[in-house]
């Protein structure tokens, strides 16, 4: 949702599901691919962390590949906070939720079983 929000308020056109679950190639977003691998590895601890953070930097620039880091760090701990907290997802949000996951094929990833209600959702879907 917030990569929608963000791309509307620069008058940007991004495909929110290749940046999920495509190459990143079509996505709109520039150096798209270096980005989600840089994410995916950051959030996942992989071993390919230090040459992928690199790749990121040679693409845009050590404040442009920190920009990305704290952008994952800012995602990811709200993500946990939320679940260790057991904040529940507003009944006005369980439907956007459940939609964006499934139009991002997010649904497939482990945290779509955090929320009881949007996974519930998209079962039904």
């Given at each position: 949702?917030?990569?929608?929000?963000?791309?509307?308020?620069?008058?940007?056109?991004?495909?929110?599901?290749?940046?999920?679950?495509?190459?990143?190639?079509?996505?709109?977003?520039?150096?798209?691919?270096?980005?989600?691998?840089?994410?995916?590895?950051?959030?996942?601890?992989?071993?390919?962390?230090?040459?992928?953070?690199?790749?990121?930097?040679?693409?845009?620039?050590?404040e442009g590949m920190v920009d990305a880091a704290i952008t994952v760090s800012i995602f990811r701990s709200l993500n946990i906070a939320a679940d260790c907290s057991g904040i529940r997802v507003d009944d006005d949000w369980v439907t956007i939720a459940a939609e964006l996951a499934k139009l991002t094929h997010a649904d497939r990833f482990a945290t779509a079983e955090n929320s009881i209600a949007v996974k519930d959702r998209i079962k039904g879907m």
């Open positions: 949702m917030f990569l929608s929000s963000s791309s509307d308020a620069i008058n940007s056109k991004v495909d929110i599901s290749n940046a999920v679950n495509g190459s990143g190639a079509l996505s709109g977003v520039p150096h798209a691919e270096s980005l989600i691998a840089f994410t995916e590895s950051a959030n996942r601890q992989t071993s390919d962390l230090p040459e992928v953070r690199r790749q990121l930097g040679k693409e845009v620039g050590t």
